[in-house]
């Protein structure tokens, strides 16, 4: 079976500009999470979805960053403006029943 | 409220054991452990339960503590391919979002 699938895998750019990160879950799964690791502050949920609906949203750092679930097998999280200090590693994970969530492989983003 | 985790990081030798806990203020529901090696995603390792239900995958084992708001991660004989960052998740009613603590980082060196 297909894991969550990720991507871009890497994204460089400067700042001020918009960035889109999409995630495609695993087929079946209700709950679609977003997390945000970095060294500082470890792996952070931002927003977590469940059947396209999202449920908690309060880990979302600025208005800057917003994030959609248009159907059961895609999802987006965008930063309009990006900044540096948005440069970390943000990952996709998807669940069915809530537990275990099964994690993507990740988008590292610098902002430069 | 994120967990702690103890210790931060730990370097073993092959064969030889470890324990790494989690501990929380508040009152938990579960508590799952996961493990990331460098670069790569998180994989989940498995669910504790409140009831003080341990667990084990291969020489892996976990305990939780409820009443200690407390749970910890049993690496025996550790494996070179034990290397990796381990994260608890607490959860603390159900269908409750994860909280993870920040790590702690394993190498085991041959």
């Known amino acids: 079976d297909a894991g969550v699938i990720q991507s871009p895998r890497h994204e460089v750019t400067e700042m001020g500009q918009e960035v889109t990160l999409r995630c495609k879950p695993i087929s079946g799964h209700d709950y679609l999470f977003w997390y945000r690791q970095t060294m500082m502050r470890g792996l952070e949920l931002l927003i977590y979805?469940?059947?396209?609906?999202?449920?908690?949203d309060s880990g979302m750092p600025e208005d800057r960053f917003s994030a959609k679930m248009p159907n059961a097998s895609f999802s987006t999280l965008k930063i309009q403006p990006s900044e540096p200090r948005d440069s970390a590693v943000y990952f996709c994970?998807?669940?069915?029943?809530?537990?275990?969530?099964?994690f993507g492989d990740g988008t590292r983003l610098s902002i430069l | 409220q994120q967990p702690v985790q103890s210790p931060q990081a730990v370097i073993l030798r092959e064969g030889e054991d470890a324990v790494i806990n989690c501990s929380s203020s508040?009152?938990?529901?579960?508590v799952h452990w996961y493990r990331q090696k460098h670069g790569e995603a998180p994989v989940f390792l498995m669910i504790?339960?409140?009831?003080?239900e341990q667990k084990g995958h291969e020489k892996i084992s976990a305990s939780f503590n409820e009443k200690k708001q407390q749970s910890s991660l049993y690496l025996t004989a550790s494996q070179l391919s034990y290397s990796g960052t381990y994260f608890c998740g607490t959860e603390r009613g159900g269908n409750t979002p994860l909280v993870f603590g920040k790590g702690t980082r394993l190498s085991v060196i041959a």
């Open positions: 504790l339960l409140k009831g003080g």
């Open positions: 979805f469940n059947n396209n609906v999202p449920i908690d």
């Open positions: 994970a998807s669940s069915r029943d809530y537990q275990p969530q099964h």
């Open positions: 508040k009152a938990l529901y579960s």
